[in-house]
């Protein structure tokens, strides 16, 4: 809860909130045109009936992410014990990473909160020689939950498969593999939309061919979180390589009881593996949102080798994983830049300024839609993304679910205003520098002069002030 009332929002967050404030048929247009099934999305509209204060709509997240720790470390308690549950409960109750994805107001808690559901019930009948009836049909709930909560989340179910297959549990197995056959025919109305949801996807999930440099992020991603500054980095990046040291030579020095640890081994590797080998077969996806439950499973992992662990051993994860969360986290309380830039205390400053005569022109959809989360009354516009570039992921259809077109020309955007204000992140204007200028900026300080810059922190707001009345 620390920051739920200062934290600032960004364009995905914006995103969900303007989606799920639109009729039911509206926001399945949205989504089918998205890259993300709708369940969040729903979700996310029923409970604004009951408040739409950002810190409320943060709440379902917080619920959730606390309910993962819970499923946890119940599933951890049934492999392990009631120690290793109990550390794994207080690594996830730190977690930056953890603290990040529940503040967001995303689908991300909610699949990772029904792929840890469905580990949990797999568990619990791989254990059990005759499962009761309820347990299965939680099973395929969890199982269609994940289908319907994240575009990724299906890597994140394979476990049980793969731990039965290596097992040679072939009739646990056969049972598994209905189930999730019937979790899938839940899913069913929404496979009509996969293809081009497919599509979408690989166009939306525009970051590079996963390097060293990403490979190494994910694994400082373990005990912390970027953004934050270099030296943060390297201390969780230490951290994180020497807690996994440890975890080897305590698993290692008890190799002859590791019937427990196989399943949330697999949890930890198969999801991420999965998604390395597309980035280099099909296209890059190989990001660190996309298997959360491997982290949450990292930290099960964690508290399994630090029950088992000598009392130095113990004392290591302990100042390793608390040092990892004193460095990172009060950066991501108080972090106001991009995406994250502080659009409250603009859209404030705008709500003062701009007259009936005035427009406010975004320079893209990323500062605008948190813009008309903070001040949907101002008079805003945003400008288009360049067709078909990596950026352009706001499909026709889901603009017209919101109601909320893009301009092509900024020229048509601001005409009949004698006044313009222009936001713009500073990033942005830096990049063009390099090619002689913002061509938005240059246009209308042809027509305009000079602006007044007013800035908020990274995010830029110029105004233009036409002197013939109109531009």
């Known amino acids: 809860m620390i920051g739920v009332t200062t934290r600032g929002i960004q364009y995905d967050d914006a995103f969900s909130i303007l989606l799920s404030g639109r009729p039911l048929g509206e926001i399945i247009q949205g989504t089918a045109a998205d890259t993300m099934p709708p369940l969040y999305y729903l979700l996310l509209h029923f409970w604004q009936f009951l408040g739409t204060s950002i810190a409320f709509q943060r709440l379902p997240g917080i619920l959730l992410s606390l ?3 819970a499923l946890t470390y119940d599933m951890v308690s049934r492999l392990e014990g009631e120690s290793a549950a ?12 953890q603290y990040y994805h529940a503040q967001d107001i995303r689908m991300y808690s909610l699949a990772t909160f029904f792929i840890l559901g469905w580990n949990w019930m797999a568990v619990q009948i791989i254990q059990s020689e005759k499962a009761h009836w309820w347990k299965w049909i939680v099973l395929v709930i969890c199982g269609a939950g994940a289908l319907y909560s994240h575009a990724l989340a299906g890597f994140g179910l394979l476990i049980p498969f793969i731990y039965l297959f290596i097992k040679k549990n072939w009739k646990r197995l056969t049972s598994l593999i209905a189930a999730g056959i019937v979790s899938l025919m839940v899913f069913l109305p929404w496979l009509v939309y996969i293809p081009g949801q497919i599509a979408k996807v690989q166009q939306a999930f525009w970051t590079p061919v996963p390097g060293v440099v990403e490979i190494l992020q994910s694994i400082a991603m373990i005990l912390g979180d970027i953004p934050v500054p270099a030296w943060v980095l390297g201390v969780i990046l230490f951290s994180s390589i020497a807690v996994a040291v440890i975890c080897i030579m305590v698993f290692w020095r008890s190799r002859q009881n590791h019937n427990s640890v196989l399943y949330i081994f697999l949890m930890v590797i198969i999801p991420p593996l999965i998604l390395l080998l597309l980035s280099y077969t099909m296209r890059p996806v190989f990001v660190p949102r996309g298997f959360l439950s491997a982290y949450v499973a990292a930290a099960a992992l964690i508290g399994m080798a630090a029950s088992r662990g000598k009392g130095i051993e113990k004392a290591l994860i302990a100042g390793f994983v608390v040092l990892s969360a004193v460095c990172t986290l009060p950066y991501q309380i108080n972090f106001n830049g991009f995406p994250r ?50 950026n352009d992921t706001l499909a026709q259809q889901t603009r017209d679910a919101l109601g909320l077109h893009p301009y092509s020309d900024p020229s048509t955007a601001v005409q009949g205003y004698p006044r313009v204000f222009f936001v713009v992140f500073q990033q942005t204007v830096t990049e063009y520098e390099t090619g002689g200028g913002h061509p938005v900026m240059e246009s209308l300080g042809k027509l305009a002069g000079k602006p007044i810059v007013h800035p908020f922190g990274d995010l ?3 105004e233009y002030s036409f002197l013939g009345g109109q531009p």
């Open 86 to 97: 109990i550390w794994t409960g207080a690594i996830l109750a730190v977690s930056p990473l």
């Open 341 to 390: 830039s502080p659009f409250l205390q603009a859209s404030i400053y705008l709500h003062s300024e701009v007259k009936d005569r005035d427009i406010v022109l975004h320079d893209n959809k990323l500062s605008f839609f948190p813009f008309e989360v903070y001040a949907p009354d101002l008079n805003s516009r945003f400008l288009a993304d360049q067709p078909g570039s990596p």
């Open 67 to 69: 309910g993962i720790i």
């Open 460 to 462: 830029l707001i110029l």
